[in-house]
Nanobody, 116 residues
Framework: QVQLVESGGGLVQAGGSLSVSCAAS????????MGWYRQAPGKQRELVAT???????GYADSVKGRFTISRDGAKNTVILEMHSLKPEDTAVYYC??????????WGQGTQVTVSS
């Protein structure tokens, strides 16, 4: 049973920085891709950033240049570094992972709140 556990959320002022981490219960290289998604109150869950098993990365336009996704294979962890945070970045951030032919795996989410 794959488990994804997020950590590192919290409260930060606008313009500040925060990192969130996702620890997987198995090697992150078993996943085709992993990513960070977020869901704000009353809104649909949206993709924030992804990283493939080959190391390729992708970002939502709203976070390009401010967020960086990376991974630590030794710790089976994917990290999202967030800079120049804005109030509109406030959301629950979820880690997701995909294996071929399987439904996506999700973590429980971590709250990120950016105050103005």
């Amino acid at each position: 049973q794959v488990q994804l556990v997020e950590s590192g959320g919290g409260l930060v002022q606008a313009g500040g920085s925060l990192s969130v981490s996702c620890a997987a219960s198995e090697s992150i290289y078993t996943f085709v891709a992993m990513g960070w998604y977020r869901q704000a109150p009353g809104k649909q869950r949206e993709l924030v950033a992804t990283i493939t098993s080959g190391g390729g990365t992708g970002y939502a336009d709203s976070v390009k240049g401010r967020f960086t996704i990376s991974r630590d294979g030794a710790k089976n962890t994917v990290i999202l570094e967030m800079h120049s945070l804005k109030p509109e970045d406030t959301a629950v951030y979820y880690c997701g992972a995909i294996k071929p032919g399987r439904p996506p795996y999700w973590g429980q989410g971590t709250q990120v709140t950016v105050s103005s």
